[in-house]
């Protein structure tokens, strides 16, 4: 994947993304959590994707705006009831200037979209850029699993003979796994009309208290992480968190 770019993951998997993760369609809880954090908005969307939180949050009256860097997968958001109604900047989120002085109540990442920025330098350098267009008052949010270790491990080098509707795929690389930088590279399965194709995706990955501390040197600190987007307790047994972070005084 040595010509992966910020726009490759969105241009791939555009026009399917919607129907291969079909259990993100329940949003309701993650609308309701954002809205009460925006106020009066605006609000800030990084990788808005196919507008699967952006068009339900504008839809509760709230103006949001949106980062991506593939056009192609923000086309289809601008085909959906108000797609056309969101601004959109397509640009990498991991380094970005909105000019204008835009200063947002709320920016948020979510479904491990921060995992998306493949090194730590793009992650810190996402956390600064955000800081840069908050509010006073404003608070970023980050959406993102915890890692587990002893997955990551069973996964690296992994080869695996994968079953799609009774049809056999032997011996694909479906994922590597590099422990020093933290990062997934893989590719996801997605079995259409056409036939079973492949999507590539790298993730690298970050601890919470890792985030935190790159909250911190953007001039960040955490105010909240919840386990759920109903505000449970983040515990040791979570597999996910909701990271809240506001300006340090």
Request: hydrophobic share 40%.
């Amino acid at each position: 994947m040595n010509d992966y770019t910020a726009a490759t993951y969105g241009d791939k998997i555009a026009e399917v993304y919607d129907r291969m993760y079909p259990m993100r369609a329940n949003v309701g809880p993650t609308v309701d959590a954002l809205a009460k954090l925006a106020g009066n908005g605006p609000a800030l969307e990084l990788g808005i994707g196919t507008g699967r939180i952006a068009l339900p949050l504008a839809a509760r009256g709230i103006e949001v705006h949106g980062i991506d860097a593939s056009e192609a997968i923000v086309a289809q958001m601008r085909a959906k009831p108000g797609g056309k109604a969101i601004s959109v900047t397509i640009t990498d989120f991991s380094q970005f200037n909105l000019g204008g002085g835009k200063k947002f109540p709320l920016v948020y990442v979510v479904f491990n979209t921060l995992f998306q920025a493949t090194s730590q330098e793009a992650q810190v350098d996402c956390f600064k850029s955000v800081a840069a267009h908050l509010t006073d008052d404003g608070v970023f949010l980050v959406e993102a699993f915890v890692p587990d270790p002893t997955r990551f491990i069973r996964m690296r080098d992994d080869n695996a003979t994968v079953t799609v509707n009774g049809k056999e795929i032997p011996a694909i690389d479906l994922v590597n796994h590099d422990p020093v930088r933290q990062l997934v590279s893989s590719h996801e399965i997605f079995n259409g009309q056409s036939g079973i194709s492949l999507y590539p995706v790298q993730v690298r990955y970050a601890w919470p208290s890792e985030l935190d501390l790159m909250a911190q040197l953007a001039g960040l600190r955490l105010r909240h992480r919840w386990g759920d987007w109903d505000g449970s307790p983040f515990t040791a047994s979570s597999e996910f968190h909701i990271s809240i972070y506001e300006k340090a005084p």
